[in-house]
């Protein structure tokens, strides 16, 4: 039987983490959007995946410099190769699975 207080607990943590998520999009329904902000707002997408391909190249270590994974660096090369002759995040993504992949099988 299910705590009264967990219940709560996770419709509460349920609605905190909905609510940011969906008030943006209910916002700029109704209003319009400066162009500056909407020019800043189209660069997101790629500083959030420039991100999260820095920290898989070079994690960081608790008293130490990064480490450079050195297969995904070969990897990042052929992948941003197909996404700058593509323009297809999804087939970039492929690419790089499929580098990832076969580097770790020779190496």
Known sequence: MINQYILGAIVISALVTWLPRVLPYVFVRFATLPDKLVKFLAYLPLTIIFALILSSLFPGRVG???KIQW???VAVLPTFAVLG??????????AGILCVATLRYLF
């Open 85 to 94: 002759k593509t323009r297809n995040v999804m087939l970039a993504v492929v």
């Open 71 to 73: 297969i995904e660096l």
């Open 64 to 66: 130490g410099w990064p």
